[in-house]
């Protein structure tokens, strides 16, 4: 009954908050590049100050795209692209691990609207300019930050020279190689000591380094080898900074780690550089999951076809995979997780054999994050997080409460939409590869799985046959069959890539 009353009153709490009204204003933005004043939409919601994001858009030169079906906006800056989501105070940064505000993305009257801090805490650093708010004079004054450029360092080979180039913060820069045997590093509103950063030593196909400070920005001159062929300049992916790459005429440019704009296009490879994928084998070491009548395992299973998955996702594209285990080992739930998170993946796909109390339950199901709505997803979830005992003490009960289920249903909800969408082309690839009865029912499969929680990506798990069914273990303990699953599951991660390319919010 009490836990029944603070729920209500929790929903009550967040329906209010949904209504409150906003006071708008109309602000002048002035520019210190010399642009005209001109006027943008605030409001104020909950004493906390919002700005229009076509307003901001327009500050700051960038293209902005609302897809209003995901109940997203897509805004490229620069080199960059954010992600934000109505209702989520997350904001991805060029597929890379999100930033989360204070306050969340609002939707009023149709407009998308940010907080300030959108601008103060994640703008700013990324295009080196500040914005100071004046509340009396109601004037919002952008100004350009500087970049310190503090060091070079140089990696050099056989058939090409790294130069890395230190700032702080992350700058804007541009490379002209116009110049016969000189390139020129232009960091605009950089600061750098010139005795320093000029050297007259030779660092492979670097023959000397002249740096000039101007009013207005900052020049590294490369004086470069005859052999110099080719060149490159890129964000550093570990550090701020920039990386100039130069190469002799064999050599082969080394891409980022991680390119700001993936391209998804599906050729030769399926799976063109996207990034990385986890996949996590359910259960293993002292859990061994759902026990078959003849005795198969299921951690045994899941660690045989998450193999299988990541070889065929090695051999058909440049896909990074990682594997939650390597082999028979307990990893925690929560560690699963934080694998995933660490790596700064694009996708988690956790892999389990179903089970029942009835030898006659067949198929194949997937499941993305939500809160169960049935007994069989209640009877799933809590199959799938019994694995929590081995984690927790005796004495003490996992959280299961229905607030902390909404709590935490908040929290994913800013990959809830492609989590589901996930998991649909994954389903329908299994049923075609796999020929089993569908478990699918209208609407999809949810539950409130401990692995899924806290992923910062698109999340499913996939449940592929019944271990309990005496004819599905049976083919749960061939090659043919698993190699099936994970082709299945491939195949339904190319469709949902092909698919947000169509749509074009992860590009």
Not at 37 to 57: F, G, K, R, S
Not at 207 to 224: D, P, W
Request: proline share 6%; charged share 25%; net charge neutral.
């Amino acid at each position: 009954m009490k836990s029944n009353m603070l729920l209500f009153i929790m929903l009550l709490w967040m329906f209010c908050l949904r209504l409150t009204p906003a006071e708008s204003a109309e602000w002048r933005v002035q520019f210190a590049d010399g642009r005209s004043d001109y006027p943008v939409q605030t409001v104020t919601i909950n004493t906390v100050e919002y700005l229009a994001l076509t307003d901001v858009a327009l500050m700051y030169r960038a293209s902005q795209r609302w897809y209003s079906d995901l109940g997203k906006m897509v805004l490229k800056l620069n080199r960059h692209t954010l992600r934000l989501t109505v209702d989520s105070p997350i904001v991805v940064i060029d597929q890379q691990s999100p930033v989360k505000m204070v306050y969340p993305v609002e939707l009023r009257n149709g407009e998308v609207f940010v907080p300030v801090e959108f601008i103060t805490d994640i703008l700013a650093d990324m295009t080196q300019t500040q914005l100071k708010w004046d509340k009396r004079t109601q004037t919002l004054k952008l100004a350009p930050t500087t970049t310190t450029i503090s060091n070079l360092r140089f990696r050099v080979s056989r058939d090409r020279t790294i130069v890395e180039v230190l700032t702080s913060p992350e700058p804007e820069f541009s490379l002209d190689a116009s110049y016969n045997g000189r390139l020129i590093l232009v960091i605009p509103n950089g600061i750098l000591d010139a005795g320093k950063i000029s050297t007259d030593t030779p660092h492979g196909l670097v023959q000397r380094v002249l740096a000039y400070q101007t009013s207005g920005q900052a020049q590294i001159a490369f004086e470069v080898s005859p052999d110099a062929a080719r060149f490159q300049a890129q964000p550093l992916t570990n550090r701020k900074g920039i990386q100039v790459e130069i190469l002799k005429a064999t050599a082969r440019p080394k891409p980022a780690s991680r390119p700001a704009s993936p391209d998804l296009t599906l050729g030769a490879s399926d799976l063109p550089q996207f990034g990385k994928i986890v996949i996590d084998p359910g259960h293993g070491g002292k859990d061994p999951g759902a026990i078959g009548p003849n005795g198969t395992q299921e951690k045994d299973i899941t660690l045989a076809i998450a193999r299988r998955l990541k070889t065929i996702i090695e051999s058909r594209s440049n896909l990074d995979v990682i594997l939650t285990r390597e082999d028979d080992t307990f990893i925690g739930l929560g560690e699963r997780t934080k694998i995933a998170n660490s790596a700064k993946a694009d996708l988690f796909i956790s892999i389990h054999c179903n089970a029942s109390h009835s030898p006659h339950a067949q198929g194949t199901e997937t499941y993305f994050l939500s809160a169960a709505r049935n007994d069989a997803e209640k009877e799933a979830e809590m199959r799938e997080n019994q694995v929590i005992e081995f984690e927790v003490p005796k004495n003490s009960q996992p959280p299961s409460d229905i607030l902390e289920m909404m709590l935490w249903n908040m929290a994913a909800n800013e990959f809830h939409k492609e989590s589901q969408d996930l998991m649909e082309t994954v389903q329908n690839a299994l049923q075609q590869k796999l020929k089993l009865p569908s478990r699918f029912k209208e609407g999809g499969r949810q539950a409130g799985f401990y692995v899924l929680r806290g992923t910062t990506m698109p999340a499913i798990l996939v449940e592929a046959a019944f271990i309990t069914n005496p004819q599905e273990e049976r083919l749960l303990n061939t090659p043919e069959f698993q190699e099936k699953i994970a082709a299945g599951i491939y195949e339904g991660v190319v469709e949902f890539i092909s698919r947000y390319k169509q749509a074009d919010p992860w590009n």
